[in-house]
């Protein structure tokens, strides 16, 4: 069992910047590839950037690719998403994964684990 607890979500302007953690539990944190999602009122969950096990893969949105950076500290049981040159178009609420063992780092059905979200506004 993996409980995840994102943090660091909230209001911005655009053009601004903000970083995610997603806190984990568990021994076996090391052994997960990690994602974040999100999804925007009224629409479907979608994916944004996952990072492999060890660090040394990393996938993102085309939307997303140049402006967000996903990382993980395995000592720390954290993953992190960087967030820059936010637009209003990122406002939703971002979700942080686990998947022990699909590969399916683009889709939801991938994750065996979620965590319950973060609010992240992007003022115009």
């Known amino acids: 069992q993996v409980q995840l607890v994102e943090s660091g979500g909230g209001l911005v302007q655009a053009g601004g910047s903000l970083r995610l953690s997603c806190a984990a539990s568990?021994?076996?944190?090391?052994?997960?590839?990690m994602g974040w999602f999100r999804q925007a009122p009224g629409k479907e969950r979608e994916f944004v950037a996952a990072?492999?096990?060890?660090?040394?893969?990393?996938y993102y949105a085309d939307s997303v690719k140049g402006r967000f950076t996903i990382s993980r500290d395995n000592a720390k049981n954290t993953v992190y998403l960087q967030m820059n040159s936010l637009k209003p178009e990122d406002t939703a609420v971002y979700y942080c994964?686990?998947?022990?063992?699909?590969?399916?780092?683009?889709?939801?059905?991938?994750?065996?684990?979620w965590g319950q979200g973060t609010q992240v506004t992007v003022s115009s």
């Open positions: 568990g021994r076996t944190f090391s052994s997960y590839a």
């Open positions: 994964a686990a998947d022990c063992c699909s590969g399916s780092y683009y889709y939801p059905r991938g994750y065996d684990y």
């Open positions: 990072i492999s096990w060890s660090g040394g893969s990393t």
